[in-house]
């Protein structure tokens, strides 16, 4: 099992690669999964905040080439399931650095499990089947 501090350490064998093509040319995407915890009693507030997505934030993932991101939620933990689409995953690594996504992390800070640097704290989950 890979750990991360938020996006900052992806390795790329905890990754399924997706290939698509389209007008002449391939479209190389890579699929990360990955747990987070919520605290308890945040549920409406976790998707409250994440239904107000900060349209800078939102700029900043898709310029980091995320092209699909979801989160889902097990109600009885607590426990947050995110799966996205990327383009390049070493891109996610400047991620930690940028003034949006720091700030974004302390605004979650006080509902979430986070790190002392306010990044989720986050276990990558390895790929144990996909159909296609």
């Not at 700029?59 to 426990?79: N, Q």
């Not at 002392?116 to 986050?122: C, K």
Request: glycine content about 4%; charged content about 25%.
């Amino acid at each position: 099992m890979c750990r991360t501090n938020g996006f900052a350490a992806l390795r790329l064998n905890c990754h399924e690669h997706i290939f698509s093509f389209s007008h002449q040319h391939i479209d190389i995407m890579v699929r990360h999964a990955f747990v987070m915890q919520l605290h308890p009693g945040q549920e409406a507030e976790y998707r409250r905040r994440h239904d107000a997505l900060w349209p800078e934030l939102e700029l900043l993932l898709k310029e980091t080439g995320i092209r699909e991101y979801s989160i889902f939620l097990e109600e009885s933990t607590g426990r947050l399931f995110g799966v996205l689409n990327m383009e390049d995953p070493t891109a996610l690594d400047k991620l930690p650095e940028h003034p949006v996504m720091q700030r974004w992390w302390a605004y979650m800070a006080d509902i979430m499990d986070t790190n002392a640097d306010h990044s989720p704290v986050s276990t990558t989950l390895k790929e144990v089947f996909y159909l296609k």
